[in-house]
Each structure stands twice: as C-alpha cells, then as structure tokens.
C-alpha cells in the first residue's frame, strides 16, 4: 500500500477549511441571536444607546471566542490557528459587507487593528478549545 502525502494534505486542508467556515457560521449565528436578544433588552429597558458600539464590539469578541472552541474542541493541534481564522474571516467578511453596505467606509489604521484584534481573539478561544 502506497501512502500519497498529496491526497493526505489535501484531505486535511479542506478538512480544516470546512471547520473554519463552521466555526464562521457558528458566530454569525450566535452574533445575530445575542444581537436580537440585545436589541429587546434596549428596547425593553431604559438602557442609553450610547451603550451600543461597546456592545456590538463585547457581542462580536464573545461569539467568535466560543465559535474557535466549539471547533477546536474537534482537534487536537492548531487550535491557535483554526481559531484565529475564524476570527481573522469574520473581522474581514464584516469588513467587505461594510465596504458595499455602507457608502462612508473607510479603511484606515484602526481597521487592520480589528483585523489583528480578532485573529487574536480567535486565537484565544482555539487555544482554549484544543487544551480543554
């Protein structure tokens, strides 16, 4: 029997590929509930709306913290990284839909901050989800 490293890597790397794009979806799915929840909480509730870029940033950290783990939890190696491309493909899908949907968007200095910011977060939860 011949082992082809080719098909092996290939297999892995889609395998991967495929884990990350759950663990993608997974977070806009947790995002736009936590967002639901957070929006009758606002409405419910004499809460400021002044509260509300702070909490779309603390709502977006903590899905993409617990998406990474969800799909490290999966693996036993490269949780860092399989988390922290998730993190990394979040930041930059929100960032092409800001590009189209919003007609000011800018792309300055602060944004590859919240590129790095979310690679990191990712990271984190990855990191968590392999070694727990």
Known sequence: MQFDINTHNKKDSLESFLYILKGVLLS????????????????LTSISYNIIPIST????????????????????????????????????????????????????????????IGFIIGSVGGILGVNM
């Open 57 to 116: 940033i603390v709502i977006s950290a903590i899905c993409i913290i617990i998406s990474a783990f969800y799909i490290s939890k999966a693996t036993t190696n490269r949780g860092w990284l399989r988390g922290g491309s998730v993190g990394l493909l979040y930041v930059l899908i929100l960032l092409v839909a800001g590009i189209f949907l919003v007609p000011d968007f800018n792309l300055t200095y602060f944004t590859l901050i919240k590129i790095l």
């Open 28 to 43: 806009y799915i947790l995002t736009l509930i936590c967002f639901l929840i957070f929006a009758g909480i606002i409405n």
